[in-house]
């Protein structure tokens, strides 16, 4: 049987999108140090999302932008980007394993499976795709934003970036539907 496995990154952010990876992995692929992205250092998870993709049947990446967030909220803007991801594999799995409790609405049977980045290759492997591919995006905003420090905290509610919020107030990239963004827009 043909599996995804998929995940996302970026749903606790205040600013920038949430971005999902799908991945099917080949059978018996042996990539060594799949975890959760979330145990992994940067070096590693670039490391094995550079071996996952050469490795892999197939992976993709679904986005969610900022505006999507707070138009259609958090949660259905991430499951849009998990619908997203595995609509742009090259080839259509007969099943989809997901991190967490909800899955995105298509027409392949989907499975969530909570704490599934930390028990299921592919859903780990969806975790460091989408963990490296919206760091990357972190530091573009870096960039093009440098008073926020987008860099260092990828969007995460830190000391810095809540010092810079007060400092500068929000940029396009803020999410505007999330509470502390909303009290400096009022």
């Known amino acids: 049987m043909i ?3 998929v995940d996302e990154a970026g749903r606790g952010p205040l600013a920038g999108p949430v971005v999902s990876a799908a991945v099917i992995l080949k059978p018996r692929s042996n990539l060594i140090g799949l975890n959760d992205s979330k145990k992994l250092s940067a070096d590693k998870r670039k490391s094995l999302s550079n071996d996952i993709k050469i490795y892999s049947v197939s992976w993709s990446i679904g986005i969610a932008t900022v505006r999507e967030i707070d ?12 619908e997203r ?26 499975e969530a499976i909570i704490r599934g980045d930390a028990t299921e ?9 989408a963990k490296v591919e919206r760091d990357k995006i972190m530091l573009e905003l870096d960039k ?19 010092d810079a919020l007060r ?13 502390p963004i909303k009290n400096y827009l009022t």
Request: charged share 20%; aromatic share 8%.
């Open 144 to 162: 093009k934003f440098p008073n926020y420090s987008f860099g260092q905290h990828k969007g995460y509610p830190t000391k810095l970036h809540m």
């Open 3 to 5: 599996i995804a496995g």
């Open 121 to 129: 290759e592919s859903i780990m492997a969806a975790s460091i795709i």
């Open 167 to 179: 400092d500068f107030g929000p940029c396009i990239e803020h999410r505007r539907s999330f509470k």
């Open 71 to 82: 138009d259609i909220n958090i949660l259905r803007a991430s499951l849009l980007s998990m």
């Open 85 to 110: 991801a595995i609509k742009n594999l090259s080839e259509l799995p007969e099943k989809v394993i997901v991190d967490g409790q909800y899955t995105p609405e298509i027409d392949v049977p989907c």
